[in-house]
């Protein structure tokens, strides 16, 4: 009986048994390299937290203004935040707080939850979930509500020192400053207190005089005129040096109500009527009443706008000569505007015999000089024991053609609001306060002129469904010759 004998592998058969391992070898290769690259991505991903933003107008994103707030931090700001970081309430908060932890190193978040630390939620005096502490040096601000807008005016108002004090002018039936009418300032003084200013309101009836401590006094058109000594305390104010923001209406029947001292003063001059504007009609504007102004100067007050600002019932003002003021810029109207000296009914149109004279007009005027007495003061009227100043600041005056675009109802028109703010920043010497953006919003008008609209009417009633028909028709040639 013959022996077995032990067979070596042939060459062609371990290639043909490595050919076979190959694939698999393969597959679980390419399997520890992915889950490998799965690993390491979320490794990255945990230490190196990253956002794009592809929405429109960046509602995803800190506005370049909150990241200036944040610039300006130059202590920690403690946020507490009183709910489950793991419930949805803590998961939204998350969201909105999280840019503002990447912009700055500044920013520090603490999530509490108030069932499991009731102490803290009581020292720190919280009576809701999700309400937010915040606290920068010696300051803190509880907030109730959350988004970037709130947020950030919570930290600039922390980060403000020695805040302006704003007196706005009433008594005599203004612009109320708490009012709720279209026509009055709450909309307004909001604003203003949200950034951490001081308002007051001021009546001269009960005050012999405008306090010293005023950084900006804000005047808007009375229904009741002025006694002589209140507009001689406007006067003395001027002389002093104040800084003011004049809204000054068109001018009824009664003139200005008491406060033509005031125009003296400054040496203004009104064109008749309220300007009309063409331009009105293409911004889709309920009347041509409605002053646009888009073509900005060139002046550290209007370097950040952007679009345009409207007036409704303005009146056109221009600095009368010589005059010791110095007309530093003027916000003016296109060359489709005039002053409309009749009534403001169907079609109008200019009438250069009336008065009426062609645009740019000018709607609002920023006026400067030198802190120093005018050269007409007279100490004896001056019912003030103030000692004469000598600082080497400007004087600063503003005096807008209309007091409607202030006005809750259009505050929030065109770039109204941010004027505002840049008004009172510029006026109260207070160009370090930051100006914050309203929400920003995704949604853009479009606006189609007659003539596209009639084009696009006509594409979509017969160009498209002629395309449709030849489209058909060359199907049916094409096989009716085959």
């Known amino acids: 009986m013959a022996e077995p004998t032990e067979t070596i592998p042939s060459s062609s058969a371990l290639v043909g048994l490595l050919r076979r391992l190959n694939r698999p070898a393969a597959d679980l290769s390419f399997l520890l390299l992915l889950i490998a690259v799965v690993l390491l991505s979320g490794w990255l991903i945990a230490r190196h937290d990253q956002s794009w933003d592809l929405s429109f107008s ?16 130059e202590d920690p700001l403690n946020i507490r935040i009183f709910t489950a970081p793991d419930g949805e309430l803590g998961r939204t908060i998350e969201q909105v707080i999280a840019p503002y932890r990447r912009a700055s190193r500044w920013v520090r978040t603490d999530f509490i939850d108030p069932q499991l630390f009731p102490e803290l939620a009581r020292a720190a005096d919280v009576r809701l979930q999700g309400q937010l502490v915040l606290e920068y040096q010696d300051r803190r601000v509880v907030l109730d509500r959350l988004n ?36 009055d300032l709450r909309r307004f003084a909001q604003l203003l207190l949200q950034r951490g200013l001081h308002l007051q309101p001021l009546d001269l009836a009960l005050l012999a005089q405008v306090p010293d401590n005023i950084d900006l006094l804000i005047i808007s058109t ?9 507009a001689l305390a406007l006067v003395s104010y001027l002389e002093r040096g104040g ?73 056109a003002l221009k600095l009368g000569e010589p005059s010791i003021w110095l007309q530093a810029a003027a916000f003016q109207t296109g060359t489709l505007s005039w002053n409309e000296t009749g009534p403001v009914r169907g079609e109008v149109a200019r009438d250069p015999n009336a008065g009426e ?3 740019p007009l000018s709607v609002g005027l920023l006026l400067t000089r030198p802190v120093t007495r005018a050269p007409q003061y007279d100490p004896t009227r ?13 004087q600063r005056i503003a005096v807008l053609g ?19 703010l840049q008004l009172v920043r510029w006026l109260a010497h207070r160009e370090d ?12 008008a479009l606006v189609l002129t007659p003539l596209r609209m009639l084009l696009l009417s006509a594409s979509a009633l017969f160009f498209m469904p002629g395309l449709l028909a030849l489209a058909g028709l060359g199907i049916y040639w094409s096989r009716t010759r085959t």
Do not use: C, Y
């Open 58 to 73: 960046g509602r995803n994103s800190l506005s370049d203004e909150s990241r200036g707030v944040l610039a300006a931090l």
């Open 433 to 444: 306060l930051i100006a914050v953006p309203p929400p920003a919003n995704d949604r853009v």
């Open 382 to 394: 001056d019912p003030i024991d103030h000692q004469p100043l000598d600082a080497p600041r400007r």
């Open 148 to 183: 970037e807008r709130i947020l950030t005016n919570a930290i600039a108002r922390m980060q403000l020192q020695d805040p302006p004090w704003i007196a706005v002018l009433e008594g005599h039936g203004e612009r109320a400053l708490n009012g709720a009418g279209p026509g």
């Open 402 to 420: 209309d007091g409607d675009f202030l006005a809750n109802a259009h505050l929030d028109q065109g770039a109204n609001k941010a004027l505002a």
């Open 243 to 315: 800084n003011l923001l004049w809204l000054l209406d068109p001018p009824g029947d009664d003139g200005l109500l008491g406060l033509e001292p005031l125009q003296a003063q400054l040496n203004l001059q009104l064109l008749p009527g309220q300007i009309v504007d063409a331009t009105a009609g293409d911004l889709r504007l309920e009347a041509p009443t409605f002053a646009v102004v888009e073509d900005w100067p060139s002046h550290p007050l209007t370097a950040d706008l952007s679009g345009p600002a409207l007036f409704p019932g303005a009146v």
């Open 357 to 359: 004279q062609l645009g």
């Open 222 to 230: 009375p229904s009741i005129a002025l006694f002589p000594g209140e």
